[in-house]
């Protein structure tokens, strides 16, 4: 069974970069079933869906962090990486990596979570 687990929980400062890497085991990140997705949820508040890598390496985000964010991968390492720009104490929250079915672009596997706090 696939698993999926976040980088350890950070403590990052206003206006850095954050980056968290998402280490996928037994399943391929270059499988043509699958996108590989990053999720995030501040506290007290919904899911928030970001972006996501497809096995072709196209990737997609969501229209209010496209401009800050950017997802790779390292196929040598079956990892796939989050990066955003210009965080600000609302980017404080719980993010997930999550695999994607392509075909019906249903959620299947999830990361455990991972801590992530933007603070002076």
């Known amino acids: 069974q696939v698993q999926l687990q976040e980088s350890v929980p950070c403590l990052v400062k206003p206006s850095q970069t954050l980056s968290l890497t998402c280490t996928v085991s037994?399943?391929?990140?270059?499988?043509?079933?699958?996108?590989w997705s990053w999720i995030r949820q501040p506290p007290g508040k919904g899911l928030e869906w970001m972006g996501a890598?497809?096995?072709?390496?196209?990737?997609y985000y969501s229209p209010s962090l496209k401009n800050r964010t950017s997802i790779s991968r390292d196929t040598s390492k079956n990892q796939f990486t989050l990066q955003m720009s210009s965080v600000t104490p609302e980017d404080t929250g719980v993010y997930y990596c999550?695999?994607?079915?392509?075909?019906?672009?249903?959620?299947?596997?999830w990361g455990q979570g991972t801590q992530v706090t933007v603070s002076t």
């Open positions: 037994v399943c391929s990140i270059t499988t043509n079933s699958y996108y």
């Open positions: 890598i497809a096995y072709s390496c196209s990737t």
């Open positions: 999550a695999r994607i079915e392509s075909m019906t672009l249903l959620f299947g596997s």
